[in-house]
């Protein structure tokens, strides 16, 4: 049998060394939420119970709610582009956009691609991601493996949703929940520090972990044809709570510390009762849990960037904290972070 060489630059392509990991780091972070608000007055009334009803339920106040002409991709861009300026990073520097979304302004084109061109990132890798609620998650273990292999040197994770568009106000349950809002971070080699808008510091990113179990799909669910919010409310509650606890747990383990050395937990602000459960089951200080739910409501892939935000401002998330970031959504999907400020 006669043997066919392999081409020299077929050898020469994968007879490479791979070049030495290293560590990515959150650079800076940055929101962008809609002036808009829809009041527990206001829902009270259509959905035909009490404001103290709404409240006690989701520990909701108010939501943010962007206006009808105003679109989803120019909130991901003004996040994204002061996430940048804080970083100290141009925008020609940036080699990846990803947008967590469920809600982009159409089917096609992809959010990011859009973003990417407005931030004027010539030529960057762009994509979307779903995992529901999780996606800020799902995108920012994707730019943290970039840049750990040296595939690429800045990246802009961005968690953008306008959830009012697809709620269930027909349904009292799901209705009070849903909220607009958008959130950036820019990830970059650890070594690269924060910028000079930067002065929270940067969070270098250890372990994350992430899980799903599509047996439980049809829990939240959103169909093509009418794009409204279904939700088995007990269900999704009891699963997010015991998928939380067991993936925080998880990546507490795979950083090497323990569930005491965690100074600050950022959980999805998917509902103050799922929060407030996590810390009673988890046996967190409440001062250690982020619990800003009651002035945004429950803005899907945005939260976890608003809680990280929210943290900086209040004084918490300050340089040497270990952050444990977690989040649950639709699919199901589930995961968790640990981050060294």
Not at 42 to 54: M, Y
Not at 56 to 67: D, F, L, V
Not at 278 to 306: F, M, Q, Y
Request: aromatic share 4%; glycine share 10%; charged share 20%.
């Amino acid at each position: 049998m006669t043997s066919v060489a392999e081409p020299a630059s077929a050898r020469a392509a994968w007879d490479f060394e791979p070049a030495p990991p290293r560590r990515a780091a959150i650079m800076s972070v940055a929101t962008e939420l809609p002036a808009g608000r829809i009041t527990n007055a206001q829902l009270a009334e259509r959905l035909g119970v009490s404001e103290e009803w709404i409240m006690s339920r989701t520990g909701i106040r108010e939501r943010c709610q962007a206006a009808p002409d105003e679109r989803l991709s120019d909130y991901a861009t003004r996040a994204a582009a002061r996430a940048l300026e804080r970083a100290g990073v141009v925008a020609s520097e940036v080699d990846l956009v990803i947008v967590a979304t469920t809600t982009p302004d159409e089917l096609q084109p992809n959010a990011a691609p859009i973003v990417a061109d407005a931030l004027g990132t010539p030529g960057a890798g762009a994509f979307d991601v779903g995992s529901g609620c999780t996606g800020f998650l799902s995108s920012l273990a994707m730019a943290t493996a970039q840049i750990e292999t040296r595939r690429v040197e800045r990246a802009v994770v961005i968690g953008a949703d306008f959830i009012t568009r697809i709620n269930n106000y027909d349904d009292r349950r799901i209705g009070p929940l849903f909220a607009d809002g958008a959130g950036a971070v820019v990830v970059g080699p650890a070594d690269a520090g924060a910028g000079p808008g930067g002065a929270s510091g940067s969070g270098v990113i250890g372990p994350i972990v992430l899980g799903s179990d599509g047996s439980q799909a049809m829990t939240i669910l959103v169909r093509n044809e009418e794009r409204k919010i279904h939700m088995d409310g007990p269900e999704v509650f009891r699963h997010a709570v015991n998928r939380m606890s067991e993936v925080t747990l998880e990546a507490v383990a795979r950083a090497g510390v323990e569930l005491g050395d965690v100074d600050l937990f950022v959980y999805h602000q998917a509902n103050a009762r799922i929060t407030r459960s996590l810390g009673e089951r988890l046996s967190l200080p409440a001062e250690k849990v982020v619990d800003c739910i009651e002035h945004v409501g429950n803005a899907s892939t945005a939260t976890l960037p608003i809680g990280l935000q929210v943290a900086i401002d209040d004084g918490r998330l300050r340089p040497g904290a270990v952050v444990l970031i977690s989040a649950f959504g639709s699919g199901f999907t589930w995961g968790a972070g640990v981050v060294r400020w």
